[in-house]
């Protein structure tokens, strides 16, 4: 009796989510620490603390859009959006 091996095929499920959840990530990290540090900010003048704050928040979802794009890129075949329905068509459209 042969044995049914899972052959992976494009990033894993969990990493595309990963991937989509890093812009309202980034949101709520921004909000989550601007606030406490707007009174901080307003005190001493330091405004470009809150900057520097965003600033990071704009690069981790930035950094989601990358690697999206690689995993789109590097692990789907360039013709999967044409295919039939299979279990990578949901990976394909998440990423």
Do not use: K, Q
Not at 11 to 17: E, N, T
Not at 29 to 37: R, T
Not at 62 to 80: I, K, N, Q, W, Y
Request: net charge positive; with cysteine; proline share 5%.
């Amino acid at each position: 009796m042969g044995t049914v091996r899972e052959v992976r095929i494009g990033p894993r499920l969990g990493f595309i989510w990963a991937m989509l959840a890093c812009g309202p990530l980034a949101l709520a990290l921004d909000l989550a620490v601007s606030y406490p540090g707007v009174r901080h900010a307003c005190v001493t003048g330091n405004h470009w603390v809150l900057h520097l704050v965003t600033a990071g928040a704009w690069a981790f979802s930035v950094a989601g859009v990358l690697f999206a794009r690689h995993a789109l890129r590097t692990e789907f075949p360039s013709d999967a959006w044409r295919a039939g329905p299979r279990a990578i068509d949901r990976r394909y459209f998440l990423t």
